[in-house]
């Protein structure tokens, strides 16, 4: 029998969980499928997230053909016999999947079916395409990005599959309960995939009761997708108060506070949280009291997602105590609510001309750009200048901290330079 994960796959654009700001009403796959205007895309996300089940739903939704072929595995035979059904059959949708290592021979033979409209490609990766994927591929698709799933769109698709008598688990009386299900919700972080592979191992190794039930409760979760819950909670609150503690033991520099809740989330293999978490806090606590910790972070983090658990906890504990012993500033976090709050909530104003593009024809005409002091051509670099629209030229978002030498300078030159325009 083929995988839950596998039989499942949606059918039809209605039946995909989340992605609705790509297949929900009105948004753009839903009114291509609508239209029966189809183009060839590239999808790309974190494994598990939908790539596949939006082209499967496309196909089905369409009525079309719909073969799939690995860009890694797969040999231009392969691609060729797509190419021929196509000619039979009119129109076929042809995912492949790993397309940012389609081979420049394999390339240059589907170039043309795309453009005759034989073939609509789906492709599907997880790496950034405008990086990875061929401009001459890039330029006859367009790009959208497939995002992780939320809990909520996980738990909709794991209730699916339990009711489902035909594809899912519904004729095998199957019962989660309810933190077994929180737990498989979120320690699979979004991938949909590795939820519900879980959930079949779970059921297959879990014998019925006397009543031809089955129930799958938490330690079962635990030892089918391979992470401890935090804390055994109904309602999984645990879960965010150990985050909220991570966070806070950083701000408060308390080394031992925080190296101990990363632990616990390191215990329950929680990588992409830490790392997620450790970025906010570097940006948010730190930041311009010491930004070369910041920059450090980055790296640190960038080292864990390439090395993976158990591994990853070496750079993240470098991380943390740095993070932990060096001077905090919310200056820059601060600031940017601060602006933001205008932006919301007072009159903005029109851009000052000279400030606006003036490269193109007729700019001149318009004012646009006239009378800008290019501050390269005054000593210091530096003019005097306004930049603000007029009801905010007198706006201060930055309150810069002594709590560093880095930006005591920051101040020292911010107040200067403030001096200077007050003049």
Known sequence: MKPLAYRMRPTKIEEIVGQQHLVG??????????AKRLSSMILYGPPGTGKTSIASAIAGSTKYAFRMLNAATDSKKELEQVVEEAKFSGTVILLLDEIHRLTKPKQDFLLPHLENGRIILIGATTENPYIT????IR????IFEVRPLNEDDLKEAIKRALSDKENGLGAQNVTLTPEAMLHLTRATHGDLRSALNGLELAVLSTLPDKTGNITIDLKTIEECVQKKA????KDGDAHYDVISAFQKSIRGS???AALHYMARL????DLPTIMRRLLTIAYEDIGLANPSATARCVQAVTAAEKLGLPEARIPLANAVIELCLSPKSNSAILAIDHALSD??????????SYLRDAHYQGAKELGRGLDYKYPHDYPHGWVKQQYLPDPLKAAHYYEPKDSSRYEKALKDQYERLNKFKND
Do not use: C, F, W, Y
């Not at 390191?266 to 293999?269: C, D, N, Q, R, W």
């Open 230 to 233: 935090l804390v055994h909670d």
């Open 25 to 34: 009403q009105g948004k753009i796959l839903a009114r291509m499928v609508q």
């Open 254 to 256: 308390d080394v031992d």
């Open 343 to 352: 932006l919301n909530n007072k009159k903005l104003g029109e851009i000052p």
């Open 266 to 269: 390191i215990e329950a293999g």
């Open 139 to 142: 330029s006859r698709t367009q």
């Open 133 to 136: 994927i061929n401009p001459a």
